[in-house]
């Protein structure tokens, strides 16, 4: 496939710059780790159908200067929240046993944007990366676990964002891994919690996680579904949503509340759970309002 034949035109007018051929999905990865059929799982998502991937190899010297971009992305993407990546945690935890995936501009035709924007930086790699998603095969061998997604876009002026990089760079790792079912970890107050809950139905592993150094970290579980992705942009209602779960009425979650949050911690471990939160709430409200929780009917 050529990279100037790409032609999506699912996805919004204003995801338009994933047609440009000077913009292409890249796979971080060893090639112990390559995929037979990449994309055969959610066969449905035609959004990267056309793309041409650039496939790099975390072994080989020749990619120092990429993984480094990456790096500064997520190091300056994190710096507010005190947790980026270390490179050992980069590479022993992510490149290793799993695979990195994003977005890359070729560094020749680099909007003047992105060039302030990692003014410092050597930009002397073929590619410069503009987003990551590291995604690390689980030991169940069902399930994969999220473990980072960065956006340039969190480092833009609004102007010159690329609207949907981080939700269409998980969906991209996500669609060319063939991941059925996905687990994460996000802090109940992060804008990503917009982002992590639709992608199928989100259930809550834990609600308050005092084993990790932020315990007001949220662990979900998604079962991915392409249609949820698609309504991601169309904003329209899961109408089916009542037909599958039904409120659990006298249990929903403050997340600005440790109390709420600690409370809900119990009732997973001791009531009748699956519980799950809805995409659609998330989606359409505000970070930090209180969201109602649901159980399978
Ligand atoms: C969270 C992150 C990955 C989102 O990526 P992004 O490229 O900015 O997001 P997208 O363009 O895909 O966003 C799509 C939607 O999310 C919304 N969104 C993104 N960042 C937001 C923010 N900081 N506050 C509120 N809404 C936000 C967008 O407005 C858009 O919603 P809309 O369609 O209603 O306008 C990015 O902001 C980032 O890298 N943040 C720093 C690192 C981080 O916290 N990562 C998540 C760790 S779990």
Redesign the pocket.
């Known amino acids: 496939m050529s990279s100037n034949t790409k032609t999506n035109s699912s996805l919004p007018d204003r995801c338009s710059w994933i047609n440009n051929p000077d913009i292409r999905p890249y796979a971080f990865v060893r090639k112990e780790n390559w995929f037979e059929k990449p994309g055969s799982h959610l066969s449905d998502c035609d959004w990267f159908k056309d793309q041409d991937v650039l496939i790099r190899d975390p072994l080989s010297m020749k990619e120092e200067g990429f993984a480094r971009l990456i790096m500064e992305i997520e190091r300056r ?2 710096h507010q ?1 005190g947790m980026p990546m270390p490179g050992w945690v980069f590479y022993d935890c992510g490149l290793i046993p799993g695979i990195v995936t994003g977005f890359a501009y070729r560094t020749s035709k680099l909007p003047d944007a992105i060039k302030y924007t990692l003014g410092g930086s050597r930009l002397d790699t073929e590619w410069t990366p503009l ?1 990551l998603f590291i995604a690390i095969p689980c030991g169940n061998k069902k399930e994969w676990v999220a473990h ?4 340039i ?2 480092l833009l002026p609004q102007e010159d ?9 998980k969906s991209f790792g996500l669609w060319y891994s063939n991941i059925k079912q996905i687990c ?4 109940w107050t ?3 919690l ?3 809950s639709n992608y199928g139905d989100f259930e809550v592993l834990t609600s308050y996680t005092p084993v990790h150094s932020h315990p007001h970290t949220l662990t979900y579980r998604c079962a991915l579904k392409f249609e949820a992705w698609q309504r991601f ?1 169309d ?1 329209t209602e899961d109408k089916a949503f009542d037909k599958r779960f039904k409120l659990n009425e006298g249990h929903s979650i403050d997340p600005n509340s440790a109390e709420s949050l600690i409370d809900f911690q119990k009732h997973i471990e001791t009531g009748e759970g699956p519980y799950f939160l809805k995409p659609d709430q998330i ?1 359409n409200g505000k ?1 930090g309002d209180v969201l109602n929780t649901f159980t399978g009917v």
Not at 161 to 169: A, E, I, T
Request: hydrophobic share 35%.
């Open positions: 993407a994190f929240s987003s980072n997604l960065t956006s876009n969190s964002k690329f609207y949907g990089l981080g939700f269409l760079s994460g970890m996000t802090q992060s804008p990503a917009r982002l992590h942009f904003k989606r970070i």
